[in-house]
């Protein structure tokens, strides 16, 4: 199909193929449906000479065609422009998201921004030739038709959730919906008019009063959207509402934190559990990262990979990969087999945490070693300070962290399946990307309650963070200690390197006036950071291609 995401020259024609000679079967839907979701796994439908993963891209984002998949956009987004993840790779504009010196040009932003708009656009699309008009000048059956109004649902849903990644780093936005044809320039919305929107889409979808519903939560099939999802992203919304609108009570009708109670306690509630079993091999915490966590407890909305099906270079690829030393001999070796310590093949020598990610953690009462099972480091022969971010240029060990001696590595996704055994392939992991998890819920609900919200208890929010704390081995806490700066931190080691940092730093007024090591590429990160870095800019060649935009921020 010949689709573009908004205006953006950035932006690949997939064919020439039209809707009229696509959508002529029954099997083409299921199979454009399909792409929906693969939307947020892959870069594009072909292979390429790279191999599996390459081929030809939905966007382009120019360094290298795996900076383009959607969970790595977003995850270099939301944890390098904190203290969880500092890099050394030198691609064109990665290292500005540690130094926040990035602009309306940086290939990461604007890939992110292009990524979002050519999954809604894509959704657009199936939801207007699957109308019901559509459906039936085409004679499909009526068993396919009901399975479509399920399908137009959960359409509706991965379309929210872009649009509220795109509220979230990019603030005001356009909001195209079916009307918005090709080569249309979409209008821009407030911030508060995007956020009506999609609150609006999602009550639509899980109030039974129409015939597009989401499955009852936990009953799609795993890796698809259901009520539970669309719950989870109900009460991130309202859980940052105070961030996103301008008199949030007031728009909203009463506190948000009383949605994200209320939302929350459906998930809590609902038919999902923590994971609590742990293998011989690995903690129950652990099982959520590793190459079977299709079968862990606690994952409300996953995004699915699969080392022989669904395969590329973002996700948990770069997850597993990017951390790992690049091998070599002497003191640059790496200590220990790649594929011993996560399951993979090599390395790509080019993430740490800071000392900051590493102080999240618990010690034990002397002061000793991390005894947090969520602390997933590896540590051996490494200085968890960090003294020297620039990297190496002609191959002699002059810097630290391209060696990896300094900054601990964060081993948390593995492509190791809870038995110990290996993935299906050592290149592409067939380790999942939790992107909502139950345990988020119940840090959301404690905090809810912490700021004022109404339908919950102190007592409740106690017991279920020291649920999370027993799970983690760590010692549980008492009602004194409960607090927001607990909360903040206790979100770092329960969420650390899972796209949610930056969100959570912003709420609670930390990503600007905050200081943690290599913020702003200063090794102490005592700098001053602009205020209006809490939101990315409109990318520049949007603005060039959309008359209606204008710039998010004055300072870009």
Not at 48 to 62: E, F, H, L, Q
Not at 215 to 236: E, I, S, T, V
Request: glycine share 10%; net charge negative; with cysteine.
């Amino acid at each position: 199909m010949a689709l573009t995401a908004c205006t953006d020259v950035g932006v690949n024609p997939k064919s020439d193929t039209t809707a009229k000679n696509f959508f002529t079967s029954e099997g083409s839907y299921k199979a454009y449906f399909a792409k929906l979701y693969a939307g947020l796994v892959v870069t594009g439908q072909t292979e390429g000479n790279g191999g599996a993963g390459s081929g030809d891209p939905d966007i382009t984002v120019p360094s290298n065609i795996g900076f383009g998949q959607y969970t790595r956009l977003l995850w270099n987004m939301q944890e390098l422009t904190t203290e969880s993840a500092v890099t050394r790779f030198q691609d064109q504009g990665i290292r500005d998201l540690n130094n926040f010196t990035w602009s309306s040009q940086n290939q990461f932003s604007v890939g992110m921004y292009n990524r979002i708009y050519f999954q809604v656009a894509q959704v657009n699309e199936f939801l207007r030739q699957s109308r019901d008009s559509r459906l039936e000048e085409r004679a499909i059956s009526e068993q396919r038709q009901e399975e479509i109004q399920t399908w137009r649902a959960e359409a509706r849903f991965l379309r929210a959730l872009s649009l509220w990644h795109g509220i979230d780093l990019f603030g005001k936005i356009p909001v195209p919906t079916t009307d918005v044809t090709l080569g249309d320039a979409p209008e821009q919305s407030s911030r508060d008019s995007a956020f009506a929107f999609v609150e609006r889409e999602l009550l639509r979808l899980t109030d039974d009063q129409g015939d597009e519903n989401l499955l009852p939560a936990g009953q799609a099939p795993y890796g698809r959207a259901d009520r539970g999802a669309a719950w989870m992203l109900l009460a991130k919304l309202y859980q940052n509402a105070p961030v996103y609108l301008d008199n949030p009570q007031q728009q909203i009708g009463e506190d948000p934190s009383n949605l994200v109670i209320e939302y929350t306690e459906r998930l809590i509630n609902g038919p999902y559990s923590l994971e609590t079993q742990r293998s011989p091999e690995f903690s129950a915490f652990q099982h959520l990262f590793l190459a079977d966590n299709h079968t862990a407890n606690g994952i409300i909305f996953a995004v699915p990979q699969d080392g022989q099906s669904q395969r590329t270079y973002g996700g948990t690829q770069y997850l597993t990969h990017a951390n790992l030393g690049t091998g070599g001999t002497g003191s640059g070796a790496w200590s220990g087999d790649p594929g011993e310590l996560v399951g993979v093949d090599a390395g790509y020598g080019g993430m740490r945490t800071t000392s900051d990610g590493v102080a999240l953690f618990d010690k034990d009462q002397s002061g000793g070693p991390l005894t947090d099972d969520r602390a997933i480091f590896f540590t051996t022969d490494q200085d968890s300070v960090i003294d020297n971010q620039n990297s190496f240029a002609d191959g002699e060990i002059d810097d630290p962290i391209g060696y990896f001696r300094e900054g601990w590595a964060v081993i948390k996704f593995k492509n190791l399946t809870s038995n110990g055994g290996q993935g299906s392939n050592p290149t592409f992991p067939d380790t999942d990307f939790p992107m909502f998890r139950l345990a988020d819920a119940y840090l959301m609900y404690a905090e809810a309650v912490l700021r004022g919200g109404q339908g919950g208890s102190r007592a409740e929010a106690l017991s279920l963070v020291n649920d999370l704390r027993m799970r983690a081995n760590v010692p549980t806490i008492q009602d004194a200690d409960l607090d927001l700066d607990f909360l903040l931190r206790e979100r770092g080691r329960e969420l650390f390197w899972e796209a949610h940092r930056r969100t959570d730093l912003i709420r609670y007024g930390e990503f600007i006036d905050g200081q943690w090591s290599w913020k702003g590429g200063v090794g102490s990160g005592n700098v001053q950071v602009e205020e209006c870095r809490e939101v990315f800019p409109i990318a520049a060649s949007e603005l060039r291609a959309n008359p209606n935009l204008e710039q998010n921020r004055d300072c870009y």
